[in-house]
């Protein structure tokens, strides 16, 4: 777990503030939901067999003796509040949510224990037209943020289908038994679709060879994925069909998709998703289609940070005020106020703890503001103030008070608010 210090937030702020933008902007809803549930809610939803509920989840036991959760993910969650809030009675919500998930595992770049995600989540609509919106979502937010992670698309079909490709592989992977790792043995009863997910080097080809889910979906399912392409092909949509990608989870079917990098060293996924029909009505609810999709924001952090940092707007102050004398101290205070009520959106840094003009206007320049305002006790007797720009060209130059929104606006290169 990790803290994330002021110079980093303004990328998050600036990375959430364009997702939040993007998604309400195409009828999506925020949806704020529990850090903590009932450990048997992601028994159910994830399946006991997958590594989060084996081994990743922070589980412990309440004063009543209930068994509570630290959420590893939003759908579960998400799908819960749906059912309980009345949410899919003769709707098609489409929702979205933000904020701290929780599991143990491994750290490594990009990854911790607590990590952040924007997920995704809309409800009662089965066609591929909802599956290719949300996949048009993403890439619009990689565009505004300047970054260019790939896309993998694969269709599971349906839990019949996988069904039948699980007995397939069983009888595979069992006659190469002596070949797996001790993850891939005890996943080839319990879940051998995540056999397909490993990274172990030394099982590559064994996987390259194994047999290949798009040649066990039904007929409905191909038709509802090549509906999916259509449409991302209509969109120019860039996309490679991975036969191999299965995802984590076990409530997901038909379409499944990754948008995935190799910028942060080993290749990985930053966005994750899919539809998953059936999870609706496994939670207690009547059956419901549903499809979403989650995006880890270290990740998307670190890529915009190391493909697009010039997008990312400055967060510095544009004014930095400096005084000195009781009087001088209650002119910038009142000067400051009427800065940020009358201008455009300025940020107005007043400083504080005292110093002499020579070591406030050092904090002023390393503050990064654009413009130094300096009052004494000359100045705040004359009603005037002394202009420094920071940055950029110009002489330094005393004013009437009254004139200084105009002049600080002229040198930010900002119209007068109307």
Known sequence: MNDILPEQTSVWQWVEGVAREILEGSGYGEIRLPLVERTDLFCRAIGEVTDIVEKEMYTFDDRNGDSLSLRPEGTAGCVRAAIERGLLHHQQPRLWYAGPMFRHERPQKGRYRQFHQIGVETFGMEGPDVDAEQ?????????????????HLNSLGTPACRQTYRAALVAYFSEHADQLDEDSQRRLQSNPLRILDSKNPALQSLIEAAPKLPDYIDAASREHFDGVCQL?????????????????????SRTVFEWITDQLGAQDAVCSGGRYDGLVEQLGGKPTPATGFALGLERVVALVEAQAPERVPAMAPDVYLVHQGASAQRAAFTLAEQLRDGASALKVVVHCGGGSFKSQLKR????????A??????EAAAGTVQVKPLRGQGEQQELPAQDISREVLALLGRAPAA
């Open 232 to 252: 991302l092909d209509d969109a120019g949509v860039d996309y490679v069909l991975n036969p191999r990608l299965v995802r984590g989870l076990d409530y997901y």
């Open 364 to 371: 002023a320049d390393r503050s990064g503001a654009t413009v």
């Open 373 to 378: 305002l300096i009052i004494g006790e000359t």
């Open 135 to 151: 996949i048009l979502l993403t890439r619009r937010l990689w565009r505004r943020l300047g970054i260019q992670p790939v896309l």
